[in-house]
């Protein structure tokens, strides 16, 4: 009996962490800075979000979508942030060292939804698209905050937006839409990556 259920546990536990690394998993958002989106202000407790792995695995994605990475200033942490601009993307910081940013190849510009409280690309920049690590797709609990995220606006946040198109596509065709793009900051960053598989996340940093 013990080796059948010995058996049983050795074939089940490598299965599930196959499927939660492929798939998906349910985390814990901890934080304020996704407010009011996440863990609003009159929430009591935390929202736990779906956070879907088998999405992005080719990378695809999109502009105003919330998504979790490993924080480039603590690889240690993991944290939950709005997609706000693409790789050729000129992003208007609110808070960044230069007013304008071009987003170079193979990075993102995030943000938190509340800036004066969040850890984002207005403190370490552009981020490599190998550090996403999932998609945030709902909020599954608490049973009264069950809801779909879906993707927000944020052209309001571009100054020159590299196409309509989602990362991964071709044929993109700058559009510029401010006088101001000669002052945009081009960062020329190192977009070699690690492609390692990362521990399973039980909370996100918000």
Known sequence: MWKVVIGTAAFTIPASVTLFDLCGYVAKVEGSSMQPALNPPDLNKS?????????????????????CLTCPSNPG???????????????????????????????CWVE???HGLSLDSNVFGPVAL???NARASHVVWPPRRWQRLAPTDVDNRL????????????????????????????????????????????????
């Open 77 to 107: 942490q993991k944290i939950i942030k709005r997609i706000i601009g693409l790789e050729g993307d000129t992003i208007k910081t609110p808070g960044y060292r230069s007013r304008f940013v071009t987003v170079p190849q193979g990075h």
């Open 159 to 206: 100054s020159r937006k590299h196409g309509r198109k989602t990362h991964g596509q071709n044929n993109f065709a700058a559009i510029s839409t401010d006088e101001d793009d000669e002052e945009a900051e081009n960062l020329t960053l190192n977009s070699d990556v690690s492609y390692s598989k990362p521990n399973n996340l039980l909370s996100v940093k918000g």
């Open 112 to 114: 938190g939804d509340h």
């Open 130 to 132: 190998g550090l996403i």
């Open 47 to 67: 929202d736990y979000v779906l956070l879907n792995r088998w999405g992005i695995r080719q990378y695809n994605f999109q502009r105003g979508e919330i998504v």
